[in-house]
């Protein structure tokens, strides 16, 4: 039995007439009218008392009608709600985040999204750049909120650039400069301290080449 059956049933005890149900439903009444007897052949009952003209329903009908528009109601509801997930208005969404490159913009942004979208669950973890890749390989995040993919990731990954900040070299007030203009090369002598790689490779790479560009390698 199909979702078809019941509408044509239904329609046909709501309009009290096979030809209003016809009418209604843009269908011919002779289609409606087999629909109703093939409904009936197959449970074994009569759901219409036949003895008058009108449409009448038996006691049995009364109480398949009464089933029959739960079923469809909840069928309606079913489609609503797939829609309502394909445009991402509920379900859950796992986003992975970098706390120190994100503190600007993402408090904001989630109660934005909260705000718009009430009926979508956040699951917020805070993960390395590296954790997100390995998150991103099992499925466990939808989206993340990191630094710059590394290259080789960048034909898994689609990214966009949502914020940027500068780089800047602190160094200690015994060797303050007296311009506050720095090249990297007068950093050539100094001692670095750096993320580890494995924690934020973009990172590590980027300030590591920019040494290299300059003549130098930087030290730990």
């Not at 992975?96 to 942004?109: D, M, R």
Request: charged residues 25%; positive net charge.
């Amino acid at each position: 039995m199909e979702l078809r059956h019941l509408r044509y049933f239904t329609a046909v005890v709501q309009w009290r007439s096979y030809r209003e149900a016809s009418r209604r439903l843009h269908v011919a009444q002779p289609a409606i009218s087999r629909t109703v007897v093939d409904v009936e052949d197959e449970l074994g009952l009569k759901l219409f008392s036949r003895e008058k003209r009108r449409v009448q329903l038996t006691p049995e009908g009364e109480i398949f009608y009464a089933e029959a528009m739960r079923t469809l109601a909840q069928a309606e509801s079913a489609i609503n709600t797939a829609k309502r997930a394909a445009k991402g208005e509920i379900g859950k969404l796992s986003i992975g985040f970098l706390g120190s490159a994100t503190y600007v913009f993402l408090p904001e942004l989630v109660r934005t999204f909260k705000a718009q979208y009430p009926g979508v669950k956040l699951i917020l973890q805070e993960l390395s750049p590296l954790q997100q890749e390995i998150a991103f390989d099992k499925n466990e995040i939808d989206i993340g909120f990191t630094r710059a993919l590394p290259t080789d990731r960048n034909r898994t990954f689609s990214s966009r650039c949502l914020y940027s900040d500068p780089l800047m070299a602190v160094l200690p007030l015994s060797r303050e400069r007296k311009t506050k203009c720095i090249r990297i090369s007068d950093l050539a002598k100094e001692s670095f301290i750096l993320f580890h790689r494995e924690g934020a490779p973009s990172l590590f790479d980027t300030i590591t080449r920019t040494c290299n560009q300059a003549g130098f390698f930087a030290q730990s």
